[in-house]
């Protein structure tokens, strides 16, 4: 029997039933062939080996593609469990998924342990399996059969990973002498892995739940040609230079305290002002486009939270609540904005005419993170969004939505983001409890996304399942200067708060209708975007944000009183500086301004002070000579002013 398969190119060819993703690639190219990991059939990925049988669309994937990388690392995960299992006998296998850069594998080792020392045994025993060329063999079989096997093995955590699953969806997957319980797909053979890396191994409570055993989390990395991994190595030394924590620190901006509480960032006077600067440009944006600035407080009533669904889905991520000395009365600390808005909302009645009203606020919410999965300013318990709600109406939706997406474009620019995609998050049609509203409302709200983004001409990924409970959202994944991805700036669209807070405005027809409520925070949360502005600009801020501008730096003491001068001219100007008073010679100084990655090092000696000048040396590029310090002052005002006009 014949079948037609359908490529890329909307051109279709015929094969006999039962031929294979790598078999269609070898009659197009053996080149093609050789770099095949797996395939794209009718939207699914399936092994390049497993055989088609009815007439499908078929997308062959190589490492060019997101799906082939996940194919790859995810196959390197069984690899290094087949190593784990001959180098340490006995251990049992959690999960092991791969992850945006490489895998991972849960074991338990028993009394045993992985130190770093162990890594290059475990990437050599791999590297051995790989020229083995062991293929991966798929194979269905029954829940029964599935338990037995993993009974007879004495692998209590696959065992309790099956009675999660029904029966007729189970599968097994073998390669060489190991079998793993595991949906796929997986590449070819593990020829295909040429490069490998033992990452780190870290602690992990099974399933996440702290109560249970801890296993090893051993983290690697793979990929099907040396110099991969050699790049990949290199930009990983790139990024500790730029890693946000050791920036923080050394340029003054944040810091943690024991006593404060894990995740609860401090701001330190210079990240005070960097954070500032950011809120005063996004709310000079905002009033143009018309928000208007609301403050909420810090808690609200337990029974907030229930009616907006948030302590149903959030409840247990979130701070447990506070009880008061009256009897049955509980607050929280807010997991989010949102309830406190409606209830503004809520406040006075609304016409028609009213919206849309956009309401905005930089609100500290607070959620109870996993110690371990706490991570400087990018992971915290407590943290600021810019957060505003948009309430307007149905025909509405759209328009404003479009100008959401033109304010995080606008911000994007300010800040030099210039690669960045955009990704629609829609529910799982198959998974419905996990949320909120009528089947009515999500494809309201799913079609006005698609279509706003349409309208601006976004090159948008589509994922499912991705979705917030209430509704459909639009994130911004923004790629940094070394090339990783980042979530930055979300737009959500919401049927359901409003129906939840039984929200109304009165129409042109003098009836009562339900507003339509836009969530929106373009930075996301300012603790995370400053993380990342940090390691995409490596703490070299530009002019108008950093905190620091400029730092006079007298010869000696004798010209201090000069340089205080000068500070107070540039203080006029609104130029930020100080003067570095220590009694360090100059050399000293100008390498510690470098350090600091101060924009503007004006260096005043005797010269300077008889003629009114500032010698000029900038961060990075060297000295600039002498200017007067008016001169300078305008040279400092033009850069911005040409910055932040190229941004209006």
């Not at 943690?256 to 005063?280: C, H, I, Y």
Request: aromatic content about 10%; glycine content about 8%.
């Amino acid at each position: 029997m014949m079948i037609k398969i359908t490529l890329p190119d909307n051109s279709v060819r015929e094969y006999e039933s039962g031929v294979t993703s790598l078999e269609i690639a070898r009659s197009i190219s053996e080149g093609l062939a050789r770099n095949v990991l797996s395939a794209k059939v009718n939207d699914e990925i399936w092994d390049a080996t497993r055989p088609i049988t009815n007439d499908s669309t078929v997308k062959l994937l190589t490492w060019d593609s997101e799906e082939g990388k996940s194919t790859l690392w995810h196959s390197s995960a069984h690899l290094m469990a087949e190593a784990i299992e001959a180098l340490y006998p006995g251990a049992k296998f959690g999960i092991g998924p791969d992850i945006e850069n490489g895998f991972y594998y849960d074991i338990d080792l028993g009394e045993r342990v992985i130190a770093e020392s162990d890594f290059v045994k475990i990437e050599a025993r791999m590297q051995e399996l790989a020229r083995e060329k062991q293929t991966f063999r798929r194979k269905e079989i029954s829940k029964k059969e599935a338990l037995d096997y993993f009974t007879l093995k004495g692998d209590e955590y696959k065992l309790e990973l099956i009675a999660d699953l029904e029966d007729g969806t189970i599968t097994l997957y073998e390669t060489g002498r190991f079998t793993d319980l595991c949906r796929g797909p997986h590449i070819p053979d593990t020829s295909f892995i040429k490069a490998i890396k033992i990452m780190s191994v870290a602690g992990a409570y099974w399933r996440g739940d702290e109560k249970r055993k801890q296993l090893t989390r051993l983290y690697g990395i793979t990929f099907p040609k040396q110099q991969l991994l050699t790049d990949y190595l290199t930009l990983l030394e790139e990024a500790k230079k730029r890693d946000h924590r050791k920036l923080g620190k050394e340029l003054e901006l944040f810091t943690f305290s024991a006593r404060v509480g894990q995740g609860l960032p401090l701001w330190l006077p210079k990240g005070a002002m960097l954070r500032e600067k950011l809120e005063t440009f996004l709310k000079k944006v905002q009033r143009k486009a018309g928000y208007v600035q609301v403050i909420t407080p810090h808690i609200g009533q337990k029974e907030l939270y229930v009616t907006s669904g948030h302590y149903e889905k959030y409840g247990k991520d979130s701070f447990q609540p506070i009880k008061t000395p009256v009897e049955g009365e509980e607050f929280m600390l807010k997991p989010m904005n949102c309830p406190h808005h409606c209830e503004i909302y809520r406040s006075k009645p609304h016409s028609y005419k009213d919206l849309p009203l956009r309401l905005a606020e930089f609100g500290t919410v607070y959620r109870y993170e996993q110690s371990g999965e706490l991570h400087g300013l990018t992971r915290v318990r407590g943290f600021t969004q810019d957060d505003a709600h948009i309430f307007c109406r149905p025909d509405q939706v759209k328009e404003e939505f479009i100008g959401v997406i033109d304010i995080v474009l606008h911000i994007f620019k300010a800040l030099d983001f210039k690669d960045f995609t955009a990704q629609i998050s829609l529910r799982d049609p198959e998974n419905k409890l996990k949320y909120i509203g009528s089947d009515e409302n999500w494809d309201k709200a799913e079609k006005a996304i698609i279509e706003a983004t349409e309208e601006k001409g976004l090159k948008a990924v589509i994922v499912t399942g991705e979705a917030a409970f209430y509704g459909p959202k639009l994130d911004f994944m923004v790629k940094d200067a070394i090339g990783r991805k980042w979530q930055l700036g979300t737009i959500q669209v919401d049927y359901n708060l409003p129906e939840r807070f039984d929200l109304e405005y009165v129409g042109s027809d003098n009836e009562r209708h339900r507003p339509v409520m836009i969530h929106r925070a373009p930075f996301g949360s300012m603790e995370r975007f400053v993380a990342v502005l940090i390691e995409h600009c490596a703490g070299n801020f530009p002019l108008w944000l950093t905190p620091e501008q400029c730092i006079l730096l007298p010869i000696s003491e004798k010209y201090t009183e000069y340089a205080k001068k000068v500070l107070n001219l540039l203080n006029i100007s609104e130029i930020r500086a100080q003067v570095d008073e220590r009694g360090e010679k100059i050399g000293k100084k100008i390498r510690d301004a470098e350090l600091s990655k101060i924009p503007y090092m004006l260096i005043v000696g005797e010269n300077e002070e008889a003629g009114g000048t500032v010698s000029v040396r900038q961060h990075g590029k060297g000295d600039l000579g002498s200017f007067p310090v008016d001169q300078f002052i305008e040279l400092v005002n033009k850069e911005i002013a040409q910055v932040m006009e190229g941004n209006n």
